[in-house]
């Protein structure tokens, strides 16, 4: 069991926005970057966000992550069909001593 | 481009060692800014980092929590690769394992292995 929790599962229809949040403690996101990554089906998995909102290059603009205390979000505007994936974050833990992932969120376009 | 390419066994027998390397192509495993790690997944522990090395004038490795007691996380600068070893392995330890590289501090598990499929069974 993660120390750091996502949502099981989020939809939107194409077009909307969709966010998702991941909650930790002050060992984790209260203290360290947040990573972001996309899962498509049987794939590794990709670097959506690193250093908590910073896009590697060639990841659309439509993917934001954002952090506020021990809590960060990924929002994914104007969602498209190829969003549907699992969706992880992952800071760096003290206690741990390691990165750790998210329970991940699986991401639904109806 | 940095692209990294996996390869060991697909079958491990309970309480031998699970053994798998990463060759790296496009950037050096002794580089000062770059970190290798290894990361696996399976449905009951869903993602989890393993450990990783790196090279900051002499080798530094971490190891998560949950494995540091059976974990061993090695380079090979001549042939350019790391290698993951994790002992006494239980059937617990099924997963699909991936290398992945982090290429300059702070700028998260930017490439990834295409994975290996462990299974550990007798």
């Known amino acids: 069991q993660s120390v750091v929790t996502q949502p099981p599962s989020v939809s939107g229809t194409p077009g909307q926005t969709v966010t998702i949040s991941c909650s930790g403690s002050?060992?984790?996101?209260?203290?360290?970057?947040v990573y972001w990554f996309q899962q498509l089906p049987g794939t590794a998995p990709k670097l959506l966000i690193y250093?908590?909102?910073q896009r590697p290059s060639g990841v659309p603009d439509r993917f934001s992550g954002s952090k506020s205390g021990t809590s960060a979000s990924l929002a994914i505007s104007g969602l498209r069909t190829e969003d549907e994936a699992a969706y992880y974050c992952?800071?760096?833990?003290?206690?741990?001593?390691?990165?750790?992932f998210g329970t991940g969120t699986k991401v639904t376009v109806l | 481009q940095v692209q990294l390419q996996q390869s060991g066994p697909g079958l491990v027998k309970p309480s031998q060692t699970l053994s798998l390397t990463c060759a790296i192509s496009?950037?050096?495993?002794?580089?000062?800014?770059?970190?290798w790690s290894w990361v696996r997944q399976s449905p009951s522990r869903g993602l989890e980092w393993l450990g990783r090395?790196?090279?900051?004038?002499?080798?530094?490795?971490d190891y998560a929590v949950s494995v540091k007691s059976r974990i061993n996380i090695s380079p090979d600068t001549t042939k350019n690769h790391f290698s993951l070893q994790l002992n006494s392995v239980t059937p617990e330890d099924t997963a699909v394992y991936y290398c992945?590289?982090?290429?300059?501090?702070?700028?998260?598990?930017?490439?990834w292995g295409q994975g290996t499929t462990v299974t550990v069974s007798s």
């Open positions: 090395t790196y090279y900051r004038s002499k080798w530094y490795n």
């Open positions: 992952a800071p760096w833990d003290d206690s741990l001593r390691g990165y750790v």
């Open positions: 250093g908590d909102n």
């Open positions: 002050n060992s984790n996101i209260g203290s360290h970057y």
């Open positions: 992945a590289g982090e290429l300059t501090p702070h700028t998260g598990l930017h490439v």
């Open positions: 496009g950037d050096s495993v002794s580089s000062n800014s770059g970190a």
